[in-house]
């Protein structure tokens, strides 16, 4: 039996759909490089964004929300503080939210440590690197700060350990994309190597993500919609005259994505 099952563009289609067709509302707490292009991304796809990060408004803005991101980038005291109490809330009143623990591991303890605080209020989905993976896991990992220099192959054991272990799904992602809850597993190959090039794709796609999963009834497979969505976005992006056009054509394709993005 293979180990992950190829997630297919014609499965995505009904999960991209239902974000045209619901527009949730997606309450990103984010890392400050990459609000402005994560909002532009939840945009094309057909979600509403917005960045609420005050401690004092984060609990109440969970409560209307559809989704919750989570993204540990650039973690100072007030904004753990905020996410901390964002997630707890998500866990009260059930909204889905996404976890992205950017750049976890032993050498920078104090976003780990607060990565595993908000790993007790049971986020749905948790997006990151191979890298990132492992070392959540308490595993040796190789990265240099947010980038992985794991292979997603070697690291898909202990995503499927991680999923079980908290109840959650696993998005893991690189050359190979690995979507697990510890028992069904799916794989996406393709994408570009330029979306490893470009700010904010990977932190994107974890708001991508939450956006999927609002409202859904298969948060497993909305998930791997999100994925392919964007590696198959990064597959027809122009990159013709560069990373700039790059970065704005991203957000083309995913505006005009449809069934015949095959």
Same mark, same amino acid.
């Given at each position: 039996m293979p180990i992950a099952q190829p997630f297919q563009t014609a499965q995505a289609i009904t999960f991209i759909n239902h974000i045209k067709q619901q527009c949730p509302l @997606? =309450?990103?707490?984010?890392?400050? @490089?990459?609000?402005? $292009? #994560?909002?532009?991304?939840?945009?094309?796809?057909?979600?509403? &964004?917005?960045?609420?990060?005050?401690?004092?408004? %984060?609990?109440? $803005? @969970?409560?209307?929300?559809?989704?919750?991101?989570?993204?540990?980038? #650039?973690? =100072?005291?007030?904004?753990?503080?905020?996410?901390?109490? !964002?997630?707890?809330?998500? /866990? /009260?009143? /059930?909204? &889905?939210? %996404?976890?992205?623990?950017?750049? @976890?591991? &032993?050498?920078?303890?104090? +976003?780990?440590?607060?990565? =595993?605080?908000?790993?007790? $209020?049971?986020?749905? %989905?948790? +997006?990151?690197?191979?890298?990132?993976?492992?070392?959540?896991?308490?595993?040796?990992?190789?990265?240099?700060? &947010?980038?992985?220099?794991?292979? #997603? /192959?070697? !690291?898909?054991? #202990?995503?499927?350990?991680?999923?079980?272990?908290y109840q959650t799904i696993v998005a893991m992602t690189g050359d190979v994309d690995y979507i697990t809850d510890g028992n069904t597993t799916y794989s996406i190959t393709g994408g570009d190597v330029a979306l490893t090039k470009v700010t904010g794709t990977g932190c994107s796609l974890s708001a991508m993500v939450a956006a999927f999963i609002a409202n859904s009834p298969d948060p497993l497979q909305a998930t791997a919609s999100a994925c392919l969505m964007m590696k198959k976005a990064g597959e027809l992006a122009n990159k013709q005259q560069g990373l700039g056009t790059f970065a704005v054509s991203i957000l083309d394709q995913l505006s005009t994505f449809n069934s015949t993005h095959e």
């Open positions: @997606v =309450h990103c707490i984010t890392n400050d @490089v990459v609000q402005n $292009f #994560t909002a532009n991304v939840l945009l094309a796809i057909g979600a509403s &964004p917005a960045m609420i990060i005050a401690e004092q408004e %984060v609990e109440s $803005f @969970v409560i209307i929300a559809d989704s919750l991101l989570i993204n540990i980038g #650039t973690i =100072h005291n007030s904004t753990a503080n905020s996410m901390l109490l !964002a997630a707890k809330k998500a /866990q /009260q009143t /059930q909204t &889905p939210w %996404v976890l992205d623990p950017v750049a @976890v591991g &032993p050498s920078l303890s104090y +976003r780990t440590d607060i990565a =595993h605080q908000l790993l007790s $209020f049971n986020p749905t %989905v948790i +997006r990151g690197n191979a890298s990132e993976i492992l070392a959540l896991n308490g595993q040796n990992a190789s990265s240099k700060g &947010p980038d992985s220099q794991d292979s #997603t /192959q070697s !690291a898909l054991n #202990t995503a499927k350990a991680l999923a079980q272990q």
